[in-house]
């Protein structure tokens, strides 16, 4: 565990991507691990190819599996859509 850059996880609304962070992520780089997702369908992320429809639970599961390794906090910060992933 870094407690001096604890993790920091910022997931986009859903017109965008992790890019719409870019300038949040160069701000919050030098006190924090910074992680910008791509959800589902997204930047390079695959699209959902599941037997049904996508639901928030599976957007879920994609950043929990992100955060297998992270050890400690982490912060979750999420615009529109990626708010509700976070929730």
Known sequence: MD??????????????????????????????????????????????????PQRLTDQAALVHAALAGVDGPVGLVGHSFGGAVAM
């Open 3 to 52: 407690v001096l850059h604890p993790t920091v996880v910022l997931l986009h609304s859903s017109v965008s991507g992790s890019r719409q962070w870019r300038k949040l992520v160069a701000d919050l780089e030098p006190r924090f691990r910074v992680l910008a997702l791509d959800l589902l369908g997204y930047g390079s992320t695959p699209a959902w190819s599941g037997d049904r």
